[in-house]
């Protein structure tokens, strides 16, 4: 019989609308608790945790030893009764009256104690089981899916960037050379050039894959693979960008909000930690940015990009998002508009998330027009010319104002779960000293 063909089995995240029904479920024990002659066993699939009643009186003696003699991560299958707990892990409780086993497990290397981050790193395939790092991908998934969703309503075409690139968009000291058949290629580390060509066939069209960035630091926001996504779009100004900005990052933390409660209770996010509904991001230039940090004793450069400290001292004043204006150019990359105003001035955003898990999450802005503005920038970074002739050529034919930004996944997500460090929020972190599992 096909395992799919059993209609009778539940999932845990239904059980709560399914309160004094027999119903059965498949999974893991994650931990096993015993008082006397009944035993909670902490149960997980991969929708949720609830805790399984185990009492011989509800069960034969075989099946009651079988379950209370089980190893840490035993794959089972239950059938009991489903009844709402709040106190119980998931708020949900399962009296059983069955057990089988499905998949044996000893010694189960991850225990209850404490155990250092290079060892849970060493054991990720093991350690994305816990019911809080599980959490974090179901939120990374809500994320994901949300950002899909918001861009196909607001009339965005999927557009698949390349993986394997001849040119640099950003740092090219952050660059992955790969051999290409004898020739240098380097892992993308963004797909908005490409884009950039996407919106003179479709408008509006976002990429959405891995970013790959040769970052020799350690921080806790930097991944040297990370994923990110880049909506990319014509008749868009620099405030048109930044308005919708504000609109993306609001549905994707309400989706979370609407679909992932448990998930948040269990990483001991409150909603009003989160919520932006009712906040208004603001806009601050870098100009304020520069004198606010140098009246607070920053040696800060006009005219370069801030550093982790500066950072931290801007976002720590935040009680709201908000969004750094109009970089020296200098600061900038080179495909960025400058202001009609004051042409020391690039028409570009950092969108930062405030709080103590607050980081920039987006850069984006106004992308320039210019074919001798960017011949000149292209140069000024002595980055080849031929390779950028194709790029040239989207302002050669029909050139239209646009704009864009990319928003990375994990310190969106390691803001919404509270997280220090964004290595939990990606299945297999890779950073300057982590290739595996
Ligand atoms: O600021 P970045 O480098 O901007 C770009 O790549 C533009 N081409 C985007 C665009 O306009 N389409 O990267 C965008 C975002 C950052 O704000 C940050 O959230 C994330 O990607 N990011 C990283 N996340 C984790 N680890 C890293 N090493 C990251 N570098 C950037
Ligand atoms: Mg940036």
Request: with cysteine; glycine share 8%; charged share 30%.
């Amino acid at each position: 019989m096909a395992l799919q063909s059993d209609k009778s089995i539940s999932r845990v995240s239904e059980l709560t609308t399914r309160e004094g029904e027999t119903v059965k479920l498949r999974g893991w024990v994650y931990a096993i608790r015993s008082s006397g002659k009944i035993a909670f066993l902490q149960f997980r699939d991969g929708t949720g945790i609830c805790q399984l009643i185990v009492s011989e009186n509800d069960m034969s003696g075989d099946e009651y030893n079988l379950a209370t003699g089980l190893g840490i991560e035993t794959s089972v299958q239950v059938e009991g009764t489903a009844k709402v707990e709040s106190r119980a892990p998931g708020g949900v409780e399962l009296i059983v009256k069955h057990l089988t086993v499905i998949g044996q497990s000893e010694d189960y290397p991850i225990g209850r104690k404490e155990h250092g981050p290079d060892f849970l790193l060493d054991k990720r395939h093991l350690w994305l089981r816990s019911p809080k790092q599980a959490a974090i991908l179901r939120i990374r998934s809500s994320v994901e899916h949300a950002a899909r969703l918001f861009l196909h309503d607001e009339g965005f075409f999927e557009f698949n960037s390349p993986i394997l690139t001849p040119t640099a968009c950003e740092e090219t000291t952050l660059l992955f050379e790969v051999d290409y058949f004898g020739l240098s290629a380097y892992l993308t580390q963004s797909g908005q050039l490409y884009s950039e060509a996407g919106i003179t066939a479709l408008e509006r069209v976002y990429c959405f894959g891995p970013s790959f960035r040769a970052e020799k630091s350690k921080t806790r926001k930097h991944l040297t693979e990370f994923w990110i996504v880049e909506p990319e779009m014509a008749w868009f100004d620099a405030e048109d960008n930044m308005e919708f900005q504000e609109r993306f990052i609001k549905a994707m933390v309400a989706y979370v909000l609407e679909h992932n409660e448990k998930d948040l209770t269990l990483m001991k996010r409150k909603p009003e930690d989160i919520d932006l509904s009712a906040k208004a991001f603001e806009i601050i230039t870098y100009d304020d940015a520069v004198k606010d940090l140098k009246a607070n004793g920053f040696k800060t450069e006009w005219g370069r990009d801030f550093g982790a400290e500066e950072e931290a001292h801007l976002i720590k004043k935040m009680e709201t998002p908000f969004f750094i204006y109009k970089y020296p150019v200098e600061a900038r990359a080179f495909y960025i508009e400058r202001d009609p105003s004051d042409d020391r001035l690039a028409l570009s955003s950092d969108t930062f998330l405030h709080g103590e898990y607050g980081s920039e999450i987006c850069t984006g802005g106004q992308r320039a027009s210019s074919v001798e503005f960017l011949e000149e920038q292209i140069r000024r970074l002595k980055l080849n010319l031929e390779d950028y002739e194709w790029y040239l050529d989207i302002r050669r034919y029909g050139s239209v104002p646009h704009s864009g930004f990319g928003l990375g996944i994990e310190r969106t997500v390691r803001w919404i779960c509270g997280l220090h460090h964004v290595r939990e929020t990606i299945p297999f972190p890779r950073m300057l000293k982590r290739l595996s599992p």
